[in-house]
């Protein structure tokens, strides 16, 4: 198994909610390490870049309303298989499908606002990571 690392966001609905150390929390017992963190509260055309994969998805202009409707934070995360790992951890993006114990069971309201984000692939994790952080940001 490789070390790997991958992007986490933890979206303004969790925030909101006072969620960020209990997500981190989980993150952390379950083997993945965070190695850079931060809060930003993105602008519109920061949602519109960072989720321009989807710009021709009906969704489009509500998810980046969403996510620039209030802080998020920002990871990355470092940790045998993160990549999946992560994925795991969060559970499937419709809350109510979502295994027991995981993020979005416990915490997401709905498909929408389902509490975390996760890189889906090495290529993915990234462009995800290089569009928040520096190099320099990243203390592995």
């Not at 992007?7 to 969790?14: G, L, R, V």
């Not at 995800?128 to 190099?135: L, R, V």
């Amino acid at each position: 198994m490789a070390v790997e690392r991958t992007f986490s966001m933890i979206k303004p609905d969790a925030t909101r909610d006072n969620l960020t150390g209990k997500i981190t929390a989980r993150l952390e017992e379950n083997g993945l390490r965070v190695v850079a963190s931060k809060r930003v509260w993105m602008s519109r055309k920061q949602a519109e870049g960072f989720y321009a994969v989807h710009s021709a998805r009906g969704f489009f202009n509500e998810l980046c309303e969403f996510m620039s409707s209030g802080p998020t934070v920002v990871q990355v995360l470092e940790g045998e298989n993160a990549i999946l790992k992560n994925r795991e951890i969060m559970g499937a993006t419709d809350p109510s499908k979502a295994a027991v114990g995981t993020i979005r069971r416990d915490f997401a309201k709905s498909i929408g606002e389902n509490a975390v984000h996760g890189s889906d692939a090495p290529e993915t994790a990234k462009q995800e990571i290089a569009y928040w952080f520096s190099e320099l940001e990243i203390v592995g």
